[in-house]
Every structure is written in structure tokens, then in C-alpha cells.
């Protein structure tokens, strides 16, 4: 159980206040704290006794006396400093934990079994570089085998040279033979590094091509029409590129920084898909497959491959590709889910997911969003386990398309509809790896305009590395580039509206109509 689960019975906000409470205690090195409080209260002690102490001792000479005590003085003031040196306790009272490394980034040098250099050549004057080095000094002391070397840029401008480092803030990262270069005033930055660095394998993610699927690399924020409302993603004060659809250029990004290859895949011409494909992503296909290119499909995932299909609900999946996924008892229904209770600002089709299935791909996974799905369903697949990894809540339907009247499905049965599934067996009984697919009535929530957003770019990684079969290699997550906002749900926004526009002017009537009648 993690620890959100552990207080998913409290309130949102002592649950938040005890989780950041756990993840601080949890950060403090207890054995050096341990020894930081033992040596400052030696001292405090020290001092108390030495107000005591008369200021001349029974000696002959004064002189003697007071050289005595000053070294004596001195002896417990260099033992003291020696021993805070050597277990020396970090405390961060910043509510953001400014100057203290994430807890993945601790978790990834922890893990370090093999000895790996890090040389960072940093400039004096960027405050921000040198808080990165007193975060690699903090790491260095959780685990030997992680040694940091921090110099000045400026002042050993030879050695930079010879390391062929030729941009500030860049940290060489070597283990035996091997070598990754990262420029950045970042942890986390850091730590993807260490995961490329230890990475004993090319693994490459192939997206499907030919179809008019979306794009690796289309890295445009555009604005589009979705559901039955027009989004601009409150991106107003930006600049805005409208485009025909989506790209997964962000995907790509993130991808690559964890060490990770993308490459584009086109199966049409009936060619095998490559064994070093350790996942096949189809992400919005607009076209129909064709029997052969579904066979392409098939023999890929008999000899044991991943796949991820991000099937959009305007998309007619046709009788072939429907037969491949029922074997793999997932069907991708018609019609788009619309769920009043959970859903993303105010359009109930942006369907809000709190609450996972139990499965690798969802473990610690916060809120996400798809922003108009198709419902998927569960079928009966033998030697297949299947397992349902979001639904909408159980106040939700599905219309027929996204514009049309509501009205009849409204009156009509409510019940939670499965988004987004996996499942993992065998299509060939003579082979022993057996394949994996995830299925997502959504492609949106990974594109470009909803991948920085809540923790989608968490989901869709996280069902990347168990379609890798690297759910147990540590993770990372990493950094996107996205402009602050406040993400509200529809039933936080609700809550808002009741308590700034009804209840408190309510009350000030209220007040002001009581003081009236007292006054009368």
C-alpha cells in the first residue's frame, strides 16, 4: 500500500500534510542526525561546565593555567568539528524542499552497485549550479560507490578542456569505459543520466507509421477542438500554433532522456516488425488496417512483443484489428464516455481518473485525465490476463458522438466504463515470452497538449516500462516543460463556486441583516 493509499480516508488536505510530513522524515539520514544531535549537546554541555569553571586553576603560574584551558578548549573544539564533518546532518525547513535531492534521485544513487565518477564543472556565480553541488555532496554520503568531484570551471579551465567539456554546469558521468555528458543545474537531470549510464541494453520504442497516426516529431502546443467545448488549455498568454491534430514530440522527449530510443515503424508494405522493437506504439490511427498488415501485427506479438494501441472514439476499428484485440480479450467499443461526477475543469467528456486497477503500470499513479475516450470492455480470452487499469466513476454513460443529444443517454443506465486495459498471455502456445498490450480508448491524453499536464506523463511512462518489461528498474520521471497552472477537478470546482459565491456573501448578508435588526 503506498502511503496516498494509507490516507485516502482523510481529508485532501491532511492527507497532503501527512504524506509531505512522511516523505521528510523518510528523506533524514537518522545515524548522522543521530550524531549531529550527540555532538551538538557535548557541546552545549561543554559550554554550560566552562561558565563553572573558575578562571584561574591551582597552578604556580597563571601563564600555564591559561594556556591549559586554551588548549584544552581548542582539543574539543577540532574534535567536535571533525566529528560534525564526518556525520553531518542535513535539515531543510523550505517548504519545497529547495535545497534537498528528490526522493527518486536518492532512490537512483542508492541503488548504485557499481562505483560511478561524476565530475561537475560548475561557475561560481550561478547560485543554482552551486546548490546542485551541495546536493551531489549530500548524495555522495548516502552510498560509496557514488563519488563526486566539484570544480570550478573558471579555474581549471585545462582540465574541462581535456574532459571535452565546453559549456558551464556540465557534469561528466563515467563507469569504467563509459561516459554521459549532462548540462543542467538540475537533480533530477542527474539522475536520468545515472539511469543512461547504467543502462545495459538499447531499448527502442517503435511508433507505428502509415496510418496518419500523430507525429514524434510534431513538438507544437496547439489548441484544437475536443468534446463539446473549446479548449485552448489556459495558454492564452502564450503563443498558440493551431494545427490539424496533435504530436507526441513531448513523449519523444521524454523518452530519450531516460536513455530510451525512438524510432518510426511502417508496416504497410507488409514487412516484419523488428525484433529490437521492444514496444510498438500505434497512437491514432486515422486509416484502416488492412487483413495483411494486421497479420504484421499478429506474428509480432506471437513472438512475444508489446504493443500499445491509443484508439481515439471517431475511429471505425475495423473486423481484423477487432479480432486481434479480442484475443487478447480487449474490445474497443463505439460511442464516447461522458462522466457528471469526475471529470477535468467543467466538460464532463475530459474524464478524471483518481483510482487504478492494481497493476505495475498504476502503482503510485496520481490523477490523470483523457480527454474523450471510447469505452473498452473484457473479454474471454484463454491462457490471457487481463486487467482493467481506468475507468470513469459509476455515474457515467456513453453518447453516440460528442456533439450529438445527450438527452436519451442521460435518462438512460449508469455504470464505470473501462478507458483504458491490459492484458498479457500467449497467441502461440510454442512460444515462452508471452506478449503484452495496453489499450487506451484515448490517444489525446499523450499528445503534446495533455502529456505535461497532472500526472499523464506519469501513465503513459509508466505503461511504456512494463510493455519494456523494465517495471522493476528504477524510476524516474522526467522533467517536462510546462507553465504553472492550477488543475481543478469538476467537483473542486463546484466546492469553490459554493463557498466564494454562496456561502460567504450569504453570510455577510446574513451578518449585515442581523446587525440591521439589532440596531431597529
Keep these: 500500500m503506498t502511503d496516498q493509499q494509507g490516507f485516502k480516508d482523510l481529508p485532501a488536505e491532511d492527507a497532503s500534510f501527512l504524506h509531505s510530513l512522511l516523505q521528510s522524515l523518510q528523506s533524514l539520514d537518522w545515524i548522522n542526525l543521530g550524531w549531529f544531535a550527540g555532538v551538538v549537546f557535548a557541546l552545549v554541555l561543554l559550554f554550560v561546565a566552562g561558565l563553572k569553571v573558575p578562571a584561574r586553576l591551582a597552578f604556580a603560574s597563571r601563564v600555564a593555567s591559561a594556556t591549559l584551558v586554551a588548549a584544552a578548549a581548542l582539543t574539543v573544539a577540532i574534535l567536535a568539528n571533525l566529528a560534525l564533518f564526518r556525520h553531518d546532518a542535513h535539515l531543510d525547513l523550505t517548504h519545497e524542499k529547495a535545497f534537498t535531492p528528490s526522493v527518486e534521485v536518492r532512490e537512483v544513487v542508492r541503488g548504485l552497485s557499481e562505483q560511478v565518477e561524476i565530475a561537475y564543472f560548475y561557475q561560481k556565480q ?165 487483413p495483411g498488415e494486421t497479420d504484421v501485427l499478429r506474428g509480432y506479438l506471437e513472438r512475444g512483443g508489446s504493443a500499445m494501441f491509443l484508439i481515439e472514439p471517431d475511429y471505425a476499428v475495423d473486423d481484423s484489428l477487432a479480432a486481434l484485440l479480442a484475443g487478447a480479450g480487449i474490445a474497443a467499443r463505439d460511442g464516447v464516455i461522458v462522466d457528471p461526477m469526475e471529470h477535468y475543469f467543467t466538460d464532463e467528456q475530459m474524464i478524471a481518473v483518481a483510482r487504478y486497477g492494481p497493476h505495475p503500470a498504476t502503482r503510485g499513479l496520481a490523477l490523470s485525465f483523457y480527454p474523450g475516450a471510447r469505452p473498452l470492455e473484457v473479454l474471454p480470452a484463454p491462457g490471457v490476463q487481463v486487467m482493467p487499469l481506468a475507468s470513469s466513476s459509476a455515474d457515467s454513460y456513453v453518447i453516440a458522438n460528442r456533439l450529438g443529444d445527450q438527452s436519451k443517454a442521460k435518462s438512460g443506465p449508469r455504470a464505470s466504463q473501462i478507458i483504458a486495459v491490459a492484458a498479457e498471455g500467449r497467441l502461440n502456445e510454442s512460444v515462452a515470452t508471452p506478449f503484452r498490450i495496453i489499450v487506451a480508448g484515448d490517444a489525446d491524453f499523450a499528445s503534446n497538449s495533455f502529456f505535461p499536464y497532472l500526472a499523464n506523463s506519469d501513465a503513459v511512462l509508466a505503461e511504456l516500462a512494463w510493455l519494456a518489461r523494465e517495471e522493476r528498474a528504477p524510476s524516474m520521471k522526467p522533467p517536462v516543460e510546462v507553465l504553472p497552472t492550477v488543475s481543478l477537478t469538476g467537483e473542486q470546482m463546484r466546492g469553490i463556486f459554493f463557498i466564494t459565491v454562496l456561502l460567504m456573501p450569504g453570510l455577510i448578508a446574513l451578518a449585515g441583516s442581523a446587525m440591521w435588526w439589532w440596531r431597529r
Design 126 to 290: 550561478n547560485l543554482a549550479a552551486r546548490a546542485l553541488g551541495a546536493m551531489l555532496r549530500q548524495l555522495e554520503r548516502q552510498n560509496l560507490n557514488f563519488r563526486v568531484q566539484l570544480i570550478d570551471a573558471d579555474q581549471n579551465p585545462a582540465l574541462a578542456s581535456s574532459l571535452g567539456v565546453r559549456t558551464y554546469n556540465s557534469a561528466v558521468l563515467r563507469l569504467g569505459d563509459r561516459r554521459v555528458e549532462v548540462i543542467t543545474t538540475d537533480d533530477r537531470e542527474i539522475a536520468l543520466g545515472l539511469l543512461r549510464l547504467l543502462r545495459r541494453r538499447q531499448v527502442v520504442v517503435c511508433f507505428a507509421a502509415g496510418h496518419g497516426e500523430y507525429d514524434i516529431d510534431n513538438f507544437e502546443f496547439h489548441t484544437h477542438f475536443e468534446g463539446a467545448h473549446n479548449h485552448s488549455h489556459d495558454v492564452s498568454s502564450t503563443g498558440v500554433v493551431q494545427m490539424e491534430q496533435h504530436g507526441l514530440g513531448r513523449l519523444r522527449r521524454a523518452i530519450e532522456k531516460l536513455g530510451l530510443v525512438a524510432r518510426k515503424v511502417a508496416f504497410a508494405t507488409g514487412q516484419p516488425i523488428p525484433d529490437d522493437c521492444a514496444v510498438i506504439v500505434e497512437a491514432n490511427p486515422r486509416t484502416r488496417y488492412s
